[in-house]
């Protein structure tokens, strides 16, 4: 009984352009408060969406917790918002009841709720919004979705996640990096995989652990020795 949303309700990528972030900020800043200062409702909308197309979640949030009417009557924008900063929703969400719904939606609420594998699973719809997307959101939501896929034992789909980044002149970052680990191990190339793992857990990044992690159970499983330092 659930209504989907159309595809224009997240239609992220017509929400910002090419111009820099400070310029299009202030100039949506400009109009937050209009006479007797009075919070601009629509002012404000279009200024959380512009936070989300440049991908800050945290200030999208600042602004719709302005008013509480204004937060409520844009929960999912909230929830993209939370993704953004958090990487998932760790609470019940409204993105959960539309799991089965079509098109750019159908990508967030997967996000939102990665240990749920739809019931409908349509990772065709997932990648097509993916790809929509600005190549900066591209590559901080790409290993996301990859790592749902993997999680959901769907390494081609995994790896076609991340050649939405791969093509991209810019080196990956740490993330990304741990995601392609993760896919080689998975589709059987375990040395590649697990020579991956090493380089990113030797770097003091945030993805660090989780590569340490990765690295310790790839070796547990084949059977191999792991090697003094690991432990250590």
């Known amino acids: 009984g659930t209504i989907c ?10 929400w910002g352009d090419d111009r820099p972030f400070d310029t299009q900020i202030n100039e949506m800043r400009v109009n937050l ?5 009075r919070l601009d409702s629509g002012a404000a909308i279009n200024l959380v969406r512009l ?28 929830e993209v918002a939370e993704i953004m900063e958090r ?3 760790d609470h019940s969400n409204s993105l959960q009841a539309l799991l089965d719904c079509d098109g750019n ?14 019931i409908n699973n349509k990772p065709a719809q997932a990648l097509l919004a993916l790809n929509k997307l600005p190549k900066h959101l591209r590559k901080f939501l790409s290993p996301m979705l990859s790592d749902f896929f993997l999680k959901h034992d769907d390494p081609k789909n995994a790896a076609a996640a991340m050649r939405s980044i791969e ?3 810019e080196p990956l970052e740490a993330h990304a990096e741990l995601s392609q680990a993760n896919i080689s191990i998975a ?20 993805q660090s652990p989780y ?11 084949s059977g191999e020795t792991i090697k003094p330092e690991i432990l250590e």
């Open 167 to 169: 093509r991209l002149s």
């Open 105 to 118: 939606i159908y990508l967030w609420s997967i996000l939102a709720n990665p240990e749920m594998k739809p």
């Open 211 to 221: 590569a340490l992690v990765a690295l310790v159970n790839s070796k547990v499983l």
């Open 51 to 78: 936070y989300l197309y440049f991908g800050f979640g945290a200030e999208a949030q600042q602004i719709l917790y302005l008013d509480s009417d204004l937060l409520t009557e844009n929960i999912l924008l909230h």
């Open 87 to 89: 990487g998932q929703i």
């Open 187 to 206: 589709d059987g190339y375990v040395d590649r995989g697990t020579a991956q793992l090493e380089d990113i857990a030797s770097h003091n990044s945030v």
């Open 5 to 14: 949303p159309t595809n224009t309700t997240l239609n992220i990528s017509d």
């Open 33 to 37: 408060f209009g006479e007797f200062d």
